[in-house]
């Protein structure tokens, strides 16, 4: 999390980057001058902002852009949250979702070795249906549970850019699934990444991981890297104390290509590969493996204007022996607009289109009927940020409009506005509603696979919708120290149910949008920058979520289960630099109990030394879960797994 | 334009209750002074750049007189920063130690200091400079193009648009000074006659 982290104009910007900054994404309060769009040059923000930036994020500031336009930073009005390559780095973390739990605003538990519950503001499951997940802008939620498969989600952790984490709907924007929240992974550009990287680690929960990438020049404005990495992942543990045989493994290889082809033009292909198998206790491994491959034009057409294009293909393969295997392919096509229009309006509009196709094969204990599907997506949105008063109210509003096989139209407006009364204060509101429109398992899961089916998909289940009421505020009360709030209160309707055909017998269930509920919640950050040299971060989150029966419906037993949130959850997080060639940083993280599921509530420690010896050389040494033999965080006591107190070791060496 | 007109009355109606009751305590707008002789936004970087040095980077205990000698970043040359650099240092301490700005004619009034950044209306005789400093504790820095060739330590790179970093950290080191890896790691290593 980094609260100071600031969004700057970047010649390459990720897809949606600049949409999402234009609804202010960026948390800083850093007292950037806004101006009108008539200028051309962005003020430097004061001084004393710019003394509290790390050097990564003075290196990112564009001295001489004749660009564009300003984003309004410290405007922001949306919970966001921002993770910076050095938070990366510095946490010690070996994966993606360890990451995440840098992100005050998420609830991330892990689940067993490979698997994690990840979501914002409630309704966590392995199966979390609610957060939209991208990676250089390629959406890695799984239409088969509108979730997201985090055993592959991975790349150098070494080349991550950034994360921006947005908890709170962000459909007007990003479309159907941003329901509770956006994680927007950006990697870097490959002009940044130049040279070698030799990384290996070993150690306990990571048997043994190492990657390898290299970057260099094909042409004076053309720059690539290519990488490949490897982990080998140890058994979580089950209550008893006896291992639960889930170890893993992943091979991982990609590239990127970033050409700047001219002033105003910008192009990028990319694309990864990766392969798998995935312990399962005492059944047949799963195998998995998948590739995908990215295109993107950016074009800047005026000092105020642009527009991006992008196109991907994405395919995975999952073989769950006894259960399923799936084959799915997708192509995503993206436009986006961007235009001044006068001297207080910002408009952005753009278009975009997915084609699904799924294939399936089936067992006989449980089937996705019909097993071949492909379903093709349209949508269309617009957004208007109008300065009210100029560097102190913005109202954003904008509507997306999306048609989906399944449910039909669905629209999801929004309204947010953002007021800035002095240059270290924002107060901001928004009223959204989202969508999640119906994924194959809720309507097309049968078990068994002929009938008579004891579980039956649902014709009938339509998108779960939400609208939500936000409230936030921040503060630099120091120069050092910045205090960030966001409230928000949920109403959610149509959540899926399952629906009993023969009452009062439990079975058969007919997948269904049965339940209502509410969550309510307030997530309070701070970042604490209390000497050059140690920096403090910290985040509360307090969530109730209640759930209830519609009129009409009967599901009983839904209801009950269908939240899994802990009521509160605190980590700290403290960085410090001990001299100049050493750095010792540590985590201290505590949740509550989830009731509905028996977990105790933990509180979990990590600790991590550092020593960079020369500028190529770097050495770390992380103590995880240092607190207790080994806690759970998620499931019922018979399926629930235990992470064990662990170490690892790693070294990486730049050429 | 009458729907803008009407919105923009109820926002600031609304606005204005809403901050009296929740946060008059906070609210403290506070005047910001515009400083008329602002240097161009790569020098103000290049500024807090030098401040970044002065933090992260080490010199040997006998480059300070006592605990409570400054700091000095040197300035030779033109100076590109105006009063923009001695505002951003002034009340700022390094351990004990607070941070002054002198400037310099010459290379030989350039003494003492801690941080000494070359203008660019220096970079005709760059290597006399480097050799006048030679083996004395001082972080060597400047914009000029030939200047880690020239045998100084850091130079300011400005690559579309963005200020990068070249360090000839073996430089550093003959003159008994240790540079951060949080300053080392964004940068590139050159080595000597490099740039």
Known sequence: MNLFGTILNRRTPSPRRKLATLVGVGLCLLGLTPISAAETRAPLPPPSALKVLTLEQLMDIDVTSVSKRPEKLFEAASAIQVITAEDVRRSGATRLPEILRLATNLEVAQIDSRQWAITARGFNNVFADKMLVLIDGRSVYTPLYAGVYWDVQDTLLEDLDRIEVISGPGATQWGANAVDGVINITTKNAKDTQGGLLSAGAGTAVRGSTGLRYGGQLAPDVFYRVYGKYFDRADSVRISGVSANDAWRMLQGGFRIDWNAAANDAFTVQGDTYSGSLGRGDLENSRVNGANLIGRWSRSLATDSDFKLQVYFDHTHRQIPGSFTQDLNTIDLDFQHRLAAGASHQVVWGLGSRLVADDIVNTPDNAFLPPKVTRVGFNVFAQDEITLSKDRLVLTLGTKLEHDDYSGFEIEPSIRAAWTPDKQTTLWAAISRAVRTPSRIDRDLFSPATPPYRVAGGSHVVAEKLIAWELGYRRQLMPRLIVSVATFIDNYDDLRSLEPLAPPRAFPVEASSGIRGRSSGAEVTAEWRATPTWRLHAGFTELRVHSEPQPGAIDRSTRGSIARDPNHQFRLRSLWDISAHWECDAELRSTSSIPSQSVPGYTEANLRLGWSPTATWEFSVVGQNLLQNRHGEFNTPLGRREMERGVHAKASWRF | ?195
């Not at chain 2, 083996?135 to 193009?145: F, K, N, P, Q, Y």
Request: hydrophobic share 50%; with cysteine.
């Open chain 2, 1 to 195: 334009m009458a729907f803008l007109t009407i919105a923009r009355v109820w926002f600031w109606r609304f606005a204005g209750r809403a901050c009296t009751i929740c946060l008059l305590a906070f609210l403290v707008p506070r005047a910001v002074a515009a400083n008329p002789a602002t240097p161009a936004a790569e020098y103000q970087l290049k500024a807090v750049f030098l401040f970044n040095f002065a933090q992260f980077a080490e010199w040997p205990e006998k480059a300070f007189t006592d605990a409570r000698a400054p700091l000095v970043i040197g300035l030779l040359g033109e100076d590109p920063f105006g009063a923009y650099l001695d505002d951003l240092v002034k009340d700022e301490k390094i351990d004990t130690h607070p941070l002054q700005v002198r400037r310099f004619a010459t290379i030989e009034d350039a003494t003492p200091c801690h941080i000494l950044f070359i203008s660019r209306s220096e970079a005709t005789h760059l290597g006399n400079i480097v050799a006048q400093l030679k083996g004395r504790s001082i972080l060597t820095i400047s914009d000029a193009d030939t200047f880690t060739r020239a045998g100084g330590m850091v130079r300011f790179v400005t690559e579309s648009g963005k200020i990068r970093l070249r360090i000839n950290v073996e430089a550093a080191k003959a003159c008994n000074l240790t540079i951060s890896s949080k300053i080392l790691r964004p940068a590139t290593i050159v080595t000597a006659g490099k740039d």
